[in-house]
């Protein structure tokens, strides 16, 4: 499994948390996130294609990569900017973020189907241009 690490292609041009292709999972523990990684390499998701992020890592890398002020020159028309707020106060409350490289073929209902027995505190799909919400419980 993957080291979490915000880097090249994780990011939009303003720096903002966008990591375009993966989906972005919460769970309330440690526990439940590495089970959703095991329930997801037993349907055949590649260890190399799933990160699990610490609470305090995830939020420190997302408090690096969360636009805090508005930008006259380059003027965000999406929801990048409250949804990486959103992964950062979970993270803040001791959430575990699980990351899952989501190649086009890979459906997020499946994913969801899969993971149906888990308690997802949140979660979303980047993809170009679109956010899918995935959970957004409150």
């Not at 080291?3 to 966008?18: D, L």
């Not at 993966?22 to 990160?51: W, Y």
């Not at 959430?95 to 189907?113: F, G, K, P, T, W």
């Not at 899969?114 to 241009?129: A, C, D, N, T, W």
């Amino acid at each position: 499994m993957k080291t979490f690490n915000i880097g090249a292609g994780m990011t939009n041009m303003r720096g903002v948390f966008y990591p375009t292709g993966h989906m972005v999972l919460m769970f309330p523990t440690e526990r439940d996130a590495r089970r959703a990684c095991e329930l997801l390499r037993h349907d055949g998701v590649s260890e190399d294609d799933l990160c699990i992020a610490k609470p305090e890592e995830f939020e420190r890398q997302l408090n690096d990569a969360i636009d805090e002020y508005d930008d006259v020159l380059l003027p965000s028309v999406g929801t990048e900017i409250e949804t990486a707020r959103r992964f950062r106060h979970l993270a803040h409350q001791g959430h575990h973020a699980l990351i899952v490289h989501a190649s086009a073929a890979m459906q997020s209902d499946h994913v969801l189907d899969v993971l149906h027995e888990l308690p997802i505190s949140y979660g979303q799909r980047y993809r170009f241009l679109v956010i899918e919400d995935l959970v957004s419980n409150s």
